[in-house]
Every structure is written in C-alpha cells, then in structure tokens.
C-alpha cells in the first residue's frame, strides 16, 4: 500500500513540475511577443558605426585606453608589493 502511494506521489510530483514547467514556457512565450510593438517601423540593416568619430573614440579608443591604464596599475601594484616584501625583509 505504501508503495503505491509513494508511486502515486512521484507521479503527481513529476506531473506538477510538467505543469509548472509548461507555464512558465507559455508565460516567457507570451512575454517575449509582448515586448515587440505592432505597427512601428524599425530598421533592420546595418549600422553605421564607423561614421562618427564619437562613435570611434567612445567604443574603440576609450576601451583600449582602460584596458592599458589597469594593466599598468596592476603591474604597478605588484610591484610595489613586492617593493615593500624586500623592505621588510632587509628589516628582518
């Protein structure tokens, strides 16, 4: 008897979650639709990106110019640690 109730329950367990799982496809599938607006024209073809100098100094040459700056922090933090490792080992 006690079998066939833990059966039952696993089968109810499994088809809660089909449900739950269900609903939740259904709800992002009908969440998804929502977020594109009917009657609203939209361009789909290319953007100029290299058209604007802006656009070249914001998304090309201030991105390199931080990745440089932290790598050279980096290196510059290393080696003072290491600075003040042989600083203290002299004082030992």
Known sequence: MIDNLELVYSYLNTFYMFLTLLSNLILTIDILFAQRPEGIPYDTGPVEFL?????????????????????WWIRKKKQEAKEEEEERKKNE
């Open 51 to 71: 058209s604007s100098p802006f656009n070249i100094i914001v998304f090309i040459v201030l991105p390199i110019l931080l990745i440089l700056f932290y790598i």
